[in-house]
């Protein structure tokens, strides 16, 4: 996921620019405006690629049960007692 694909998704779930930056220091705040402009103007066109995106990552996630939080305590808990 690039830069500007967390942006896009930090935003949709509701966090302003400012909040952003503040999330990812290494970004300025210029740029992540012009991110969710550009975004929010041509939001059309990216619905598409962010439902390609997701299941590209449902698919990797389905492939690698070990990677789900499901039970991912008890797991790390088991692996450390056998250590």
Known sequence: MSHWDLVVHAF??????EE???KFPGLELSDVYQVIGYYLKHAAG?????EKRE??????????PEWSPKGLRERLLARRKTQ
Not at 12 to 17: D, M, S
Not at 46 to 50: C, L, Q, R, S
Not at 55 to 64: G, I, K, P
């Open 12 to 17: 949709n779930w509701g966090a302003t620019a």
């Open 20 to 22: 952003i930056v503040q």
């Open 46 to 50: 990216f619905a598409e690629y962010f």
């Open 55 to 64: 299941r590209a990552n449902q698919e990797l996630v389905a492939a690698h």
